[in-house]
């Protein structure tokens, strides 16, 4: 049961087009909390991963119907500029691959410029694979080694007290007074 919970929110969250957490984080915590299996928790973070992101980017492709006539012109012409050339197409699908961009934009300006949205999701699954193994692997490591010092210090009150500080102190950063005082200063006077 553990294991379709994980993957229905990995899915979910790769369904968003922008402020969802890395998919590694989620399946970190799944390890460390749950101990699941890693190769498992790889396999189906993938799959869960490249079908949200997948049918993010059929979204997107849904959603260009109801821009102007000027955007789709302007969106055509960038299809046609990057599809004019074969290795503007393989540096494409290197970056879903080896992608240091957010993957959410990604999928959304790919269904937004109408590109093969298979080889791509194929390019971002392969990529994943390496990366998650990677996260998952160390995770595994470091909480073998460190496991129990990280366990007492999240789960004590002080950490708790710390981490709701912070999270109340980043709520009230967008009421906080942030406009400048209009208050000129004193020019000082001439001597005497």
Known sequence: ??????????????????????????????????????????????????AGRFFLAHGARMLRSKFSARYRDNLASVERRLLRRPSRMFVLFALFVLSPLPSAQLFGAAGLLEFR???????????????????????????????????????SPWSITLQAVFLVGLAALPVLPWRRSTVTPVEPRAGR
């Open 1 to 50: 049961m553990k294991y379709f919970v994980i993957s229905l929110i990995v899915f979910a969250v790769n369904l968003l087009p922008a402020f969802g957490p890395p998919t590694w984080t989620l399946l970190v915590v799944a390890r460390l909390d749950w101990h699941l299996d890693v190769v498992a928790l790889v396999v189906l973070g993938v799959v869960a991963a490249g």
């Open 117 to 155: 949205i298979i080889p791509l999701t194929a390019a971002f699954m392969l990529g994943r694979v390496v990366t998650y193994a990677l996260y998952l692997a160390a995770a595994t490591a470091a909480d073998q080694r460190f496991g129990q010092a990280f366990h007492h210090f999240w789960g």
